[in-house]
């Protein structure tokens, strides 16, 4: 146990003292912050407003902080779930490194063993990813805050969190699979480089998922990322619906709060169906499990040469 | 008792037959060396000694336990200074020692029981907390070769420990190797294509494209493959040659060098003897570890195959 630990606690070392490395795993969330900033927020307020005016005289009843508010939590949503995606990457490329500079065979030569090596590699890219999107969710709560009433109470607030690592730990099961088939860091670059440009259409950030075709909406959310960026928006938005709903005081019986529901995605579209909170949470939590499995078996199967 | 013990190893890569059938034995406290060109199968072997590569057939022994059924075990009696080093740049030494340490299971007193006499012996007290990328290159090896004894183990593996080192480093290592072997009764298994590394090593085994082509202490090896030179310091005349009538010789710049073969040592002696009014200025060499490496493979050590 204490090598694993000694192990995990080294490669944090090595993904916390390099800073460089930290500013790339933000990069998507960074970007994605100036893009709200530029004209993101000016497109999510229009899209509500433009389904308050399906219904008349709506409109006096929901005031502007409270859509601005809505585009902020919105934006929040999407930097974390791109985070949870980029920052476990980003640390698992350790992995990679210490394959392409052998420092691997001076972890092989050692009593760790096998199962142990890539269980500290993931669980050091897991608590990783928890600490830098814990950090940008507090940031972002604090931010929110100050901007007017976010609708937060302490056990959505808390549930957030546990969204956060159920999502850091998912992102990692699934890239440590990838990782695994990467000999070289340029090789693992390069595919960075498109995850990062990718992540934030996948997971909606920059357009709502809805806005696809039935099959591109398929495909982003066979990602456990995209689901946990939809269980994300659920728990960070949801209060400020219902509080939106109670403005209203029932003069469309719902039917706004549903349509931004829709719009912004709430639920995960599946070939015909549509997978709700509770099926993404099993989804996410199978697909975590099985690339776990997955991940032992298969460094089991590769790390010796040749 | 045998330190390590390998019998008809083998190893295959793509097809590729990187060490061929190879077999040798390592005593206890036996600096044992493996000297070839680079691509010989020397890391190679290491590596498969070291539970680092699977081996593709033949049998090792790590003391008294088996390869491929006791590997944790091996691994606790062994430690291995890279040939490129396998620290991390950006953690101190401090950090780098100490996660290694635990991955040998030590704890924290543990570890510092065994890391203060390692940090007086190897200097490390003024970059414990230096970080690993600034260090010299010298500075790297001690460290290197530290990280290597954490965990006390019973034989050090060195592969080319002193490549790419200025002189003076160098020096130092050897220092530090020499001490472990005297003082600490180390088992030593060092591979280099350096010659003068191995003139103290107990034994000497010659790897050439993955075959051992000899296995013996540098002494006998000497006697068997090389001779002896008489250096001759005189001008180059038809006298002089006369003198040498039978024995093969050669002439450079101001000396003659007349080569005995192992057969004809004898009879330098008598040689000089007969000849003491002409040859008064001269020396004696015995044949390198060069000249064994050339008689067998038909190559210095860094030209090509």
């Known amino acids: ?306 | 008792m045998n330190a390590i013990t390998v019998k008809n190893l083998t190893k295959k890569y793509d097809g590729t037959i990187a060490v061929d059938q190879i077999s040798f034995e390592v005593k206890e406290g036996e600096f044992f060396a493996f000297l070839g060109e680079n691509g010989a199968g020397k890391s190679t072997t290491i590596n498969i000694l070291c539970t680092i590569f699977e081996k593709t057939a033949g049998e090792v022994r790590i003391f008294d336990y088996c390869l491929g059924e006791n590997d944790d075990a091996i691994r606790k009696n062994i430690g291995i200074v890279f040939q490129n080093s396998v620290l991390d740049g950006k953690l101190t030494v401090k950090e780098n020692l100490l996660t290694r340490a635990s991955y040998y299971g030590m704890g924290k007193e543990e570890i510092m029981e065994r890391m203060n006499p390692l940090m007086q012996s190897f200097e490390l007290e003024s970059i414990w907390n230096r970080k690993y990328e600034k260090l010299s290159g010298g500075q790297r090896r001690r460290v290197d070769i530290t990280r290597a004894l954490l965990h006390n183990p019973r034989i050090l593996f060195l592969d080319e420990p002193t490549t790419g080192l200025d002189p003076l480093s160098r020096k130092m290592v050897w220092e530090y190797i020499d001490y472990l072997r005297r003082e600490k009764r180390m088992t030593i298994f060092l591979t280099t294509h350096y010659m003068e590394e191995v003139r103290d090593a107990d034994r000497v085994v010659i790897l050439d494209k993955g075959h051992i082509v000899a296995n013996d202490t540098p002494a006998r090896l000497k006697n068997l493959y090389t001779g002896t030179k008489l250096i001759w310091y005189t001008d180059r005349c038809i006298d002089n040659e006369t003198v040498m009538n039978g024995f093969d010789f050669d002439y450079e710049v101001d000396h003659y060098i007349m080569k005995f073969g192992s057969v004809q040592e004898a009879d330098l002696i008598g040689f000089l003897y007969q000849n003491r009014d002409k040859i008064t200025d001269f020396e004696i060499v015995k044949g390198s570890m060069d000249d064994v490496f050339l008689d067998l493979t038909g190559r210095r050590l860094g030209e090509q195959g």
């Not at chain 1, 090596?117 to 990783?128: C, D, H, P, R, T």
């Not at chain 1, 809805?210 to 995209?226: G, R, Y």
């Not at chain 1, 709430?266 to 697909?287: E, S």
Request: glycine share 8%; hydrophobic share 55%.
């Open chain 1, 1 to 306: 146990m204490r090598g694993f630990i000694g192990l995990t606690k080294r490669n944090l070392l090595l993904f916390f003292k390099d800073r460089q490395t930290i500013v790339f795993s933000l990069l998507t969330s960074i970007i994605m912050l100036f893009l709200y900033l530029l004209f993101l927020k000016g497109t999510f307020v229009d899209a509500v407003n433009g389904a308050l005016k399906e219904y008349s005289g709506m409109a006096s009843l929901i005031g502007k902080e409270e859509i601005d508010m809505f585009a902020n939590l919105i934006l929040l949503t999407g930097i974390l779930g791109s985070a949870m995606i980029t920052v476990p990457y980003n640390c698992l490329t350790t992995l990679v490194k210490d394959r392409e500079n052998k420092v691997d065979y001076d972890i092989l030569a050692t009593p760790l063993k096998r199962g142990q090596i890539i269980l500290s590699y993931f669980v050091s890219a897991a608590v990783a990813s928890v600490i830098l999107t814990g950090i940008i969710l507090v940031i972002g709560l604090v931010a929110v805050g100050v901007q007017g009433n976010s609708c937060l109470d302490v056990i959505r607030i808390m549930k957030a969190l546990g969204i956060v690592i159920i999502g850091s730990v998912s992102a990692t099961a699934v890239f440590m699979i990838v990782i695994l088939f990467f000999k070289s860091v340029s090789a693992s670059g390069a595919f960075f480089g498109m995850l990062s440009a990718a992540s934030g259409f996948v997971i909606g950030a920059y357009i709502p998922i809805s806005q696809f075709s039935n099959a591109v909406q398929t495909v982003c959310n066979i990602f456990p990322a995209s689901q946990v960026t939809i269980v994300l928006r659920n728990v960070l938005v949801d209060g400020l619906l219902e509080h939106m709903d109670e403005s209203l005081g029932g003069v469309d019986q719902g039917m706004f709060t549903d349509s931004m529901r829709e719009l912004f995605s709430f639920k995960a579209r599946l070939f015909n169906g549509y997978f709700d909170v509770p099926h993404m949470m099993v989804y996410i939590c199978a697909v975590m499990f099985v690339c776990v499995i997955a991940q032992i078996f298969l460094y089991s199967v590769t790390y010796k040469k040749a």
